[in-house]
């Protein structure tokens, strides 16, 4: 068979192959678009019982009120620094704890791996009774604290697992080479072996950024009293009322939010398609 006549013949289920690709993403882009238009959308438009996918009459009034409250900032800036925390101290607890399980032979290696796979499957809901009671005996009730050690602890299975798969990958000679041209141990660890993992850590960086970025859970379970403390998600409820909700602010909202996840998404991309890349290659 010519190579020709196989692209003919291989061309049709690529074109429904793709078809169905760009279908899938339109309908999973759609509640995103859905949310952003809600957010640009007058008032009239949001309550109409004709909704229409478009608007002519684009209005920032929501976005007015978004920035308007008073402590606006302050939640953005809490929840910057509590899911800049995880994704660095995550990134580098995980990479360490990633090499000992490749790299060093010891007792109970594979018990210690089982044990990060069952608290994967532990539900969340589950641990924020047990969570609150052991934050407020650690004292760091009202505090970022209770939201940053939370995160870092679910947060590191999943890190220490897909970072063994490229700490693994390395091949054991490397450090040998390595060895013999004179560098130590650490100078390996942080010189050489960090850096062809670091695809690794972007991968599990955007995991750990969206899920403590997004987190409402803990920040209505551990943020009970003191407003200073609370983070981005909590200014969503500014605009849920008894009386009636504020669409456009809560869509408004909801869009601020979305920007710093796909900038952050946008910086470390390049990295995040061959960290997942090699993760499923291993």
């Known amino acids: ?9 291989r061309r049709p ?10 279908l899938i993403a339109a309908l999973v882009a759609f509640p995103l678009y859905w949310m952003v238009l809600s957010a640009f959308k007058p008032a009239g438009e949001i309550q109409s019982t004709t909704p229409r996918p478009w608007t002519l009459s684009p209005s920032f009034d929501a976005f007015r009120r978004v920035f308007g409250q008073q402590d606006f900032g302050r939640y953005f800036l809490n929840s910057l620094i509590v899911a800049g925390t995880v994704v660095v101290a995550s990134a580098l607890i995980a990479f360490l704890a990633a090499v000992a399980v490749t790299r060093f032979r010891f007792r109970f290696r594979t018990t210690l791996l089982i044990m990060f796979l069952v608290a994967q499957m532990v539900p969340v809901e ?10 407020r005996d650690l004292g760091q009730l009202n505090t970022l604290g209770s939201l940053i050690l939370p995160h870092l602890a679910f947060s590191l299975p999943f890190a220490i697992w897909m970072l063994r798969g490229f700490v693994k990958a390395v091949p054991e000679a490397l450090e040998e080479q390595a060895a013999v041209d004179g560098a130590s141990r650490a100078r390996f660890l942080w010189r050489i072996l960090f850096p062809l993992v670091f695809p690794g850590l972007a991968a599990t960086s955007v995991f750990s950024f969206i899920s403590t970025w997004n987190d409402f859970l803990f920040a209505k379970s551990f943020l009970i009293s003191d407003v200073s403390q609370s983070t981005l998600p909590m200014a969503l409820l500014v605009f849920f009322k008894p009386e009636e909700n504020d669409w456009g602010g809560i ?17 470390v991309q390049r990295r995040l398609v061959s960290g997942l890349g090699g993760a499923v290659k291993d």
Request: no cysteine.
């Open 13 to 22: 289920g690529r074109l429904a192959a793709e078809a169905a690709a760009l």
């Open 251 to 267: 869509m408004a909202a909801s869009t601020v939010m979305t920007v710093p996840v796909l900038v952050f998404f946008v910086l």
């Open 126 to 135: 589950a641990l924020t009774i047990p969570l609150f009671f052991l934050m």
């Open 1 to 9: 068979m010519s190579p020709s006549r196989a692209v003919r013949i």
